[in-house]
Every structure is written in structure tokens, then in C-alpha cells.
């Protein structure tokens, strides 16, 4: 399942340069893995990021912790940024700029 937060700016939360963050309003997208497993996961990623535009945010969540390391191997691959991981014991939450 895919979510947009629209014109939210994501700047405000995974920006430390103050000087943009009420000029560039950031799209932010949710890609929910919850219930796949690999490739799927790592699958999905790719085809969101290739949708993004350059300096947006892609947030994955899901429930299958291997696949942690291959959406991070895709994200590498692509020219995308790992910005921050949060690890649960059932979940992950992935913040991914597009470089």
C-alpha cells in the first residue's frame, strides 16, 4: 500500500539546513512491505524510488527484517540514501532520500 503525505514538508524532519526548509516543500511517500517477503520488499523500493524525484523521501515499513539488507543494497545501487532505520523486534521503518 502506497500513501502520499503530499506537500508536507519532510524537510522540516530529515533536513538539518534551516535556511530551505520553508522554500522546498518535499513529497513524502509510504511504501508498506507489511506481509511480503523478499524480493518483494527490496522489488517494490526500487519501483517507488524510480518515481521519485531527486531530494524526496521514501519511507519503507515492513515486517520481514531480512529484507532490511536488500532494499538498503537497491537504495545503494540507485543512488538513493539510507537517511535513518528503525528496528522493532516484528518491524522496520527505512527513511530514504533520493539522491
Known amino acids: ?3 502520499s503525505a503530499g506537500w508536507q514538508s519532510a524537510t522540516n524532519r530529515y533536513s ?3 535556511c530551505f526548509q ?8 509510504v511504501l508498506d512491505t507489511s506481509g511480503t517477503v523478499c524480493p518483494m520488499p527490496a522489488f517494490n523500493t526500487r519501483k517507488q524510488l524510480k518515481l521519485l524525484r531527486s531530494d524526496e523521501i521514501l519511507v519503507v515499513k515492513g515486517d520481514f527484517l531480512p529484507a532490511i539488507e536488500n532494499i538498503e543494497r537497491v537504495v545503494a ?7 535513518s532505520r528503525t528496528l522493532s523486534s516484528d518491524h522496520f521503518e527505512l527513511v530514504i532520500k533520493k539522491s
Open 1 to 3: 500500500m502506497i500513501s
Open 16 to 18: 538539518s539546513n534551516t
Open 22 to 29: 520553508s522554500v522546498i516543500p518535499m513529497v513524502e511517500r
Open 77 to 83: 545501487q540507485d543512488g538513493g540514501k539510507v537517511l
